[in-house]
């Protein structure tokens, strides 16, 4: 199995079996995000007023033509949510480098050499750390390539494990809160996992914090009620979508998947 990217980082098929397939965060990204459009604006702001106060310092701070175009000079290039948007990136990549250093030592595997993390990765560890003994945490499989060539999609799933002894597909996520996509993320890679040999009972998204004033983890079980056919709307909307505009969508169509799939109560 390999996998590839395009241009870009949210644009991830994997080749698997000589077919192109979506990721399933890929596909998700077809849900709108409206949270983070506040955030959005208030990093823009504190960039801005950050820029401003800083010129304002400056000799001929008393020219209004000069504070504009000092301004507008230092606001240039990358947007500050970007910049904040690269930084919470690279923390949460930071956080499952380092559980999955922690999982992998459990296991007995070669975990390589032990991740160097950030302050705010390392304190998102050490609380995953607390929650994973809470637990009673047994992992099986970490980072597993898992797919449906059926409903033509793949994916990633952080950990395989029993939970106080139930097997479970567990989600790491390091943002400020469980946005509801999460939950059709860990729906679907529960799907492809038990087509891999890898059945669970539950699935669980675990919030970890990266900052010292928000101190505890937060988990949250996937609702019952939620279906594979849920997921798999979101699928024929990106597909949809993706061939509106020229994109290319995979190689695989999910309306291949036989009807006892889609309308199947189970994962």
């Known amino acids: 199995m390999a996998q590839d990217s395009a241009t870009a980082w949210r644009d991830r098929f994997y080749t698997i079996e000589g077919q192109r397939l979506p990721s399933v965060t890929t596909i998700l990204d077809i849900i709108a995000k409206p949270a983070l459009g506040p955030w959005y604006a208030k990093e823009e702001r504190r960039y801005f007023e950050t820029a401003m106060l800083e010129v304002l310092t400056r000799p001929g701070a008393r020219d209004p033509e000069y504070v504009l175009a000092a301004v507008a000079q230092a606001v240039t290039g990358v947007k500050a949510a970007d910049r904040e948007k690269q930084k919470a990136a690279a923390i949460g990549t930071a956080v499952h480098a380092g ?22 990765a390392a304190w998102a560890l050490e ?35 029993r939970v106080k002894g139930v097997l479970t597909v567990l989600d790491w996520k390091s943002g400020k809160a469980i946005y509801p996509e999460a939950f059709l993320q860990n729906l679907a890679y529960r799907h492809a996992a038990t087509r891999a040999g890898l059945p669970s009972t539950q699935g669980l998204i675990v919030r970890l914090p990266k900052h010292l004033d928000d101190p505890a983890w937060e988990v949250m079980p996937v609702p019952a009620t939620l279906r594979l056919e849920d997921f ?6 990106w597909r949809w979508q993706r061939a509106m505009s020229g994109q290319p969508t995979g190689d695989q169509q999910v309306d291949r998947a036989s009807h ?8």
């Open 99 to 120: 559980i999955e250093w922690e999982l992998r030592r459990q296991l007995g595997e070669d975990a390589g050499p032990e991740p160097r993390l950030p302050e705010a």
């Open 127 to 161: 609380s995953w750390k607390d929650w994973a003994r809470s637990v009673n945490l047994e992992p099986l499989a970490i980072e597993r390539t898992i797919y449906c060539l059926e409903c033509g999609y793949a994916g990633t799933l952080d950990l395989y494990a």
């Open 232 to 237: 798999l709307a979101a699928l024929r909307l």
């Open 260 to 267: 006892r799939e889609i309308s199947s109560p189970t994962v």
